[in-house]
Nanobody
């Protein structure tokens, strides 16, 4: 079993920045998994934001955040990060981190094995 806890959400004006963190705990080594960030706005489906391979060498982004968001990880701290810059009102959503122990990076939510409870990000115009 793995527990994921997100932090770092909040309210920010358009053009501002936020840094999200997701820390994992449990019996399975954090470094064995690919990690992803997803988001869900009210009335919308959960959508892919970014993902990172177990080693950190591979990173993937949805087009709408590429160049503004950066995903990274520190396996020694069991933590994955999402640095969000140049935020826009359309980035407003609950952000979730997820772990995939198949080590295959996926942009779909289905393959992910464990999910955090989410952290709210609100960008005002």
């Amino acid at each position: 079993q793995v527990e994921l806890v997100e932090s770092g959400g909040g309210l920010v004006q358009a053009g501002g920045s936020l840094s999200l963190s997701c820390t994992g705990s449990g019996r399975t080594p954090f470094s064995d998994c690919a990690m992803g960030w997803f988001r869900q706005a009210p009335g919308s489906v959960r959508e892919f934001v970014a993902a990172i391979s177990w080693s950190g060498e591979g990173t993937y982004y949805t087009n709408s955040v590429r160049g503004r968001f950066t995903i990274s990880r520190d396996n020694a701290k069991n933590t994955v990060y999402l640095q969000m810059n140049s935020l826009k009102p359309e980035d407003t959503a609950v952000y979730y981190c997820a772990a995939d122990y198949s080590r295959v990076v996926s942009t779909a939510p289905g393959p992910y094995d464990y999910w955090g409870r989410g952290t709210q990000v609100t960008v005002s115009s």
